[in-house]
Structures are given as C-alpha cells and as structure tokens.
C-alpha cells in the first residue's frame, strides 16, 4: 500500500516532536528519513572554545557564559562532569548526541511576553551558533495576537519546495524583535545583542514534548 503524506499529515507529524520527517524518493516509492545535518563533532567543540572561551582557559564558563547564549541555555546537558563550565569535549559529545536520535526536523513551539503581557506580531529568529557549522538552517517565526508561535526554516531555504517546516536539532541563539514605524520596540539585548538561547533536542523537555518554549521579555 502506498501512502501519501499530504499538508496535513505533514503539521501531524511535526506536532509529535522527536520523529524524523518522512519524505517520497521519486521512482523508488521508497520513504526515506530527513537525516540529521552533518555536523563535525570535533571540530564544533574547537570552534566553540576559539569564540567563547575569553581567558584562554579551555573552557567557557563564568561570564564567557553570558555571553554565549547558546551554551548558557544548555548548560545543564553540556556539563557532563558538573564543574559549571563548558568544554570542546562536551560540546562534541552533545553534537554526537544529537547525532545518535537520527532526527532530521522538528517542530518548535514558543510564546512571548514582554512586562508580563502578551508581545503579538513580533519576528522570533532561531540563529544557530556559528560553531556548529553551516548546515544547520536558520528558523524563523512570528507571534500571534496571542503572543504565541512556531519557528521554522524559510520556504525559500529549505532544499525543495516540497520540504516540511521544522529545525534541525541543535543549539540556538534566540532574536526576537518588532518594528513600529521603522523603529525597533524591543531591547537590544533581546535581539542584535541577544542574552536568549535555545538548545533544540529530544531531551529538552520544551522543545520536544510539545510544552513550548516562553520568553519572557523585560522593556527596561
């Protein structure tokens, strides 16, 4: 029996985030699995030390870490051996752990506040840390009235046009922004110098049992 996953069956299968998305593979009829983007666990690790590790000290840690969003955001999964620091080896082993779920795409849910209200029409950006190569796609949202959402990489840079919505499993620096009449009405450690960060895995618990991530923004 041939199935056929249409539009619909699509948002299904994102809504169960931490399945890999399924696609048709022309003449074979044969489903194949939207694999995991390629990333070099080694050298990730290197890359991430080279960016944030200020002191020269082999780990990101301290304030590095605030500057980091990225890692700060998961440091919990990151510091394997609880010393409070981030090192190229631990960002390696989160990669290969990413790796070993075999997951393509996910879906990602948000909400967004800002002085405890609602923040609607508001662009949420996904910016995957640098370090983790150029595979990773950037994500891309916008909130509803509601100030709630869902990010996923544009139409126009996924690889066909047939491609499902969704992220790629890894770690995430979060920009949200609003422009009122050509200026912005978020503060600027919330976007061009974003503090927010997001790792996107099965095993965050926001990103993969459907809760939805919250961003509660702060004006002054």
């Known amino acids: 029996m041939r199935i056929v996953f249409n539009r619909r069956t699509w948002r299904r299968v994102l809504a169960a985030a931490g399945l890999s998305l399924i696609v048709s593979t022309g003449c074979s009829n044969r489903p194949a699995a939207i694999r995991p983007p390629s990333i070099n666990a080694s050298q990730a690790g290197r890359l991430a030390m080279e960016e944030y590790d200020t002191d020269g000290d082999g780990f990101v840690g301290g304030d590095e870490l605030k500057s980091a969003p990225g890692l ?86 996924r690889p066909t046009e047939d491609s499902p919505p969704g992220l790629a499993y890894g770690l995430y620096k979060v920009r949200i922004s609003k422009i009122v009449n050509g200026q912005e009405m978020i503060p600027s450690r919330y976007n061009e110098e974003t503090i927010l960060g997001q790792q996107v895995s099965i095993d965050n618990t926001a990103t993969s049992r459907g809760t939805g991530i919250t961003f509660d923004l702060e004006s002054k």
């Open 72 to 157: 700060n955001a998961a440091i919990e999964s990151l510091d394997t051996d609880g010393d409070g620091k981030v090192s190229a080896d631990e960002v390696a082993e989160r990669v290969k752990k990413w790796q070993s779920f075999g997951v393509g795409l996910t879906s990602v849910r948000y909400s967004v506040t800002i002085d405890g209200q609602p923040l609607p029409d508001a662009d949420v950006t996904f910016d995957p840390e640098a370090f983790l190569g150029d595979e990773i796609l950037v994500a891309k949202g916008k909130t509803n009235r509601r100030g709630l959402g869902s990010a996923s990489i544009p139409r126009d840079m």
